[in-house]
């Protein structure tokens, strides 16, 4: 789909504490400036609005590129992103050996735990009533906590989920897991990638966005 162009800069339709956050994470390692519209569409009705022109499902993350076209679905951004930059070392490269594992777990983690989270804010979109949202939301958890245990007990990482290499993939399992059921339930679920979202929250590039985009407020780990 095409839209209006935005210059020569990429515009990121997103939300704090959002999937967009991190393709923020992306763009900034990138060191690639963006105009942000902020608004958490799940929620304001003025923010899907705003987004709609460019997005007819009315989700973020939505970017409009300098060119006028559009990409969605956070998965998708990243891994264009990376082919985009591939001297930024943020995804193995089409030859490399581990190019079927990172395409594997990206389109994992989205279709698998990220949709589920579609659910949750109106039961109805599954056939539930209002009433049962509670019980919804709950399943939804257990569900994803599932997801996350099987992820792990398939992937072989080394300092991040890929080898000793930041990636896309680390920087996406890290915003996602910071999602109900919420980390401590991913800490117990996914034992061996604990240590790799924790060095993904530590990494110094990204303080300043994690501070203004998702910050690590007092219980944030659930």
């Known amino acids: ?51 709609e022109p460019t997005n007819p499902l009315r989700q973020v993350p939505t970017l409009v590129l300098p060119s006028g076209d559009v990409m969605t679905e956070s998965a998708a951004i990243l891994v264009w992103l990376t082919d985009q930059h591939p001297d930024a070392g943020l995804a193995p490269a089409p030859a490399d050996l581990r190019r079927g594992q990172f395409l594997r777990w990206m389109a ?79 800490y117990a679920a996914a034992p061996q990638m604990a240590p790799i979202v924790r060095r993904v929250d530590a990494d110094p590039r990204l303080a300043d966005l994690w501070r203004r985009r998702f910050p690590f407020a007092p219980g944030w780990e659930g």
Request: charged share 20%; glycine share 8%; with cysteine.
């Open 108 to 186: 994992y983690v989205s279709s698998a735990i990220y949709a589920l989270h579609w659910i949750k804010p109106d039961p109805a979109r599954v056939g539930a009533p209002e009433s049962l949202r509670g019980a919804v939301v709950e399943a939804v958890h257990d569900r994803i906590a599932e997801c996350w245990a099987a992820m792990d007990r398939q992937v072989t990482p080394g300092r991040f989920l890929l080898g000793d290499r930041l990636s896309v993939l680390d920087l996406y399992v890290a915003v996602v897991s910071r999602f109900g059921p919420w980390r401590n339930r991913f």
């Open 1 to 51: 789909m095409a839209a209006q162009r935005s210059g020569g800069t990429i515009t990121v339709y997103g939300a704090a504490a959002s999937g967009s956050v991190a393709v923020e994470a992306a763009l900034t390692l990138l060191g690639i400036r963006y105009r942000l519209v902020e608004g958490a569409t799940w929620q304001d009705e003025a923010a899907r609005t705003r987004v």
